[in-house]
């Protein structure tokens, strides 16, 4: 995660963000020494490390919905100390201060009011920082984001179209009254896959928004809804889990995460011959050079929470490949953000260990871009990605659903692509799982191809 502190007035609102997840969670000092954050990510660490470093406690843990995407830290903060403001709708099973709409919280100098914005969720509140009648910050949640909004389809298809809606109505009934120079502080932003809409920057303007976005300048509640729900994408099957995961609670880990267990070799393989899944997590190019037949590779890097639970179900015991210069306790981190805890342990020695052991190891092919693709390419980027072009002759499918339409994809060899190269080796591994063989990754992706002046089709 990253922080920028922004100036406001003597003050600062310091955004936390996670490049992975797409989100922004932020750090108020309030005066007195005290502050609170807005929408945590479930590792306390981060937000303990900032507080101690500019001397403050932090007093509240605000919640703006139920989330999907992570596991929310407030109940980690609340060990420390925080009291929890939450919607009173989003009924946690943990001790919280329930929130209704214009409800206030003296927060000793500044006031925040709870604002309610269904849309996103059907219990989600914004809320609005006030310096006495002075607004000073709106902490919009996935009601407003730069360009859009966040979508309304992730509690059921019955209630999709009424909560897109109701996202038209809060943005334009319920903050109607806020002048167009309000700051507005979103959770959700640019690489959500709970955002839509989204532009790349992470904070905007309510006059911003007002002037730009479709949520405020369509035509008609119905045209906005429209165009809103025919826009969205696909999302990974998590989301539709962590809200009542949310809800409910789950384990507490405290500043310092689980370590991985060192797996021996032996003891490695009778964990995946009792059913774990082999997660290699090393860059694509390694994997591709060689790796422990039917591993899974989801290489490391701020978008592998995502992937990972996109592709592997959340209550399969995991065992893990990693290089020695990787950061352990990133890839436990972001298991964790996202509910994954059967986390059994990683081999020993690394796939070094498994060399040694005379163990069979799989390989595949490495394509440039200066190269005919072999067989059909495949891309396996997201459709507004290959709708802004693509190389010809390819066959899409999402990762995502890659296991799913199996079936449809050509038999025959395969030249595989995403962006850059890392799903393409995950979609590789997922086909090599079920036995295709003759596959093959294109290096550097469509960047590359692009780069490089090949042919592309658009459309």
């Not at 592997?312 to 996202?338: M, N």
Request: net charge negative; aromatic share 6%.
């Amino acid at each position: 995660m990253s922080g920028l502190a922004i100036e406001v007035d003597s003050w600062k609102i310091v955004p936390l963000v996670d490049e992975g997840l797409g989100n922004s969670s932020y750090l108020v000092p309030l005066g007195g020494g005290r502050a609170l954050v807005v929408d945590p990510i479930r590792s306390p660490a981060l937000y303990m490390k900032l507080a101690e470093r500019l001397n403050l406690r932090i007093a509240f843990a605000v919640e703006t919905h139920l989330h999907a995407d992570f596991i929310s830290g407030s109940r980690e903060l609340a060990a420390f100390g925080a009291g929890i403001l939450a919607p009173a709708a989003s009924h946690l099973a943990t001790a919280y201060r329930g929130l209704e709409d214009g409800e206030e919280v003296d927060l000793g100098g500044l006031t925040l009011r709870a604002l309610a914005t269904p849309g996103h969720t059907p219990e989600h509140l914004a809320y609005l920082l006030l310096d006495g009648a002075r607004p000073l910050a709106l902490f919009s949640g996935g009601a407003i984001l730069p360009g859009g909004a966040a979508r309304p389809d992730l509690i059921g298809p019955e209630q999709t179209q009424p909560l897109a809606h109701d996202l038209y109505r809060s943005a334009h009934q319920r903050l109607s009254g806020l002048a167009d120079d309000l700051a507005v502080y979103p959770t959700h932003g640019a690489g959500s896959f709970c955002s839509a809409g989204a532009g790349g920057q992470r904070t905007t303007t309510l006059g911003s928004e007002r002037h730009t976005s479709p949520l405020f300048t369509a035509t008609t509640e119905d045209a906005f809804v429209k165009t809103f729900l025919d826009g969205l994408g696909t999302y990974p099957p998590y989301f539709l889990l962590l809200r009542s995961v949310n809800q409910r609670g789950t384990r507490l880990y405290g500043v310092k995460p689980p370590e991985l267990a060192l797996l021996s070799v032996d003891e490695f393989r009778r964990q995946q011959a009792a059913g774990a899944i082999v997660i290699d997590v090393r860059p694509f190019v390694d994997f591709a050079r060689g790796h422990i037949p039917a591993a899974l590779s989801i290489a490391l890097r701020p978008a592998f929470a995502s992937w990972l639970g996109w592709i592997v179900p959340s209550q399969r015991p995991l065992v893990f490949v990693r290089a020695p210069d990787q950061d352990g306790r990133d890839l436990v981190e972001q298991c964790l953000k996202i509910g994954y805890e059967n986390l059994v342990g990683e081999l020993a020695g690394g796939i070094g260990a498994w060399h040694v052991a005379g163990l069979p190891v799989s390989t595949i092919a490495i394509r440039q871009v200066n190269e005919e693709p072999q067989g059909t390419p495949l891309d396996v980027r997201q459709a507004s990605e290959w709708a802004s072009g693509h190389i010809p002759r390819a066959q899409h499918v999402e990762l995502g659903s890659v296991m799913a339409s199996a079936g449809a994809i050509p038999a025959g060899p395969l030249t595989i692509y995403c962006g850059h190269g890392e799903r393409a080796m995950t979609a590789a591994s997922l086909l090599e799982r079920q036995h295709r063989g003759s596959l093959a990754v294109l290096d550097g992706g469509f960047d590359a191809w692009r780069s490089a002046n090949r042919p592309i089709s658009i459309g």
